[in-house]
């Protein structure tokens, strides 16, 4: 069974860093895409980063572009999101998601969802 569990949130003040980690397993991830969304109060969820999990190629949202990261550890079977220069507006629960096809995983019909970790950023 495949689970994916998100940590690594809390609260921040505006221009400081968090670090995210997803947790996978269950399965082989190495023909994966492992993508990191968001979803803030109100509003549908977005996607943030995505990398392939064999070659690493990586893919970001123009919102985050710059200040985010998205990296993995395969001795770990772990994803990561460090965030830096954080903004108000980044304030949202971050869902890790997983899928073979790497244009789906960067989709909301990602077949493999974690729970969701919340991240407050503060002005």
């Known amino acids: 069974q495949v689970q994916l569990v998100e940590s690594g949130g809390g609260l921040v003040q505006a221009g400081g860093s968090l670090r995210l980690s997803c947790a996978a397993s269950?399965?082989?991830?190495?023909?994966?895409?492992m993508g990191w969304f968001r979803q803030a109060p109100g509003k549908e969820r977005e996607f943030v980063a995505t990398?392939?999990?064999?070659?690493?190629?990586?893919i970001y949202a123009d919102s985050v572009k710059g200040r985010f990261i998205i990296f993995r550890d395969s001795d770990k079977n772990t994803v990561f999101l460090q965030m830096n220069s954080l903004k108000p507006e980044d304030t949202a629960v971050y869902y890790c998601?997983?899928?073979?096809?790497?244009?789906?995983?960067?989709?909301?019909?990602?077949?493999?969802w974690g729970q969701g970790t919340q991240v407050t950023v503060s002005s």
């Open positions: 998601s997983a899928d073979p096809n790497l244009i789906t995983v960067r989709t909301m019909r990602a077949d493999y």
């Open positions: 990398i392939r999990w064999s070659g690493g190629d990586t």
């Open positions: 269950g399965r082989t991830f190495s023909s994966y895409g």
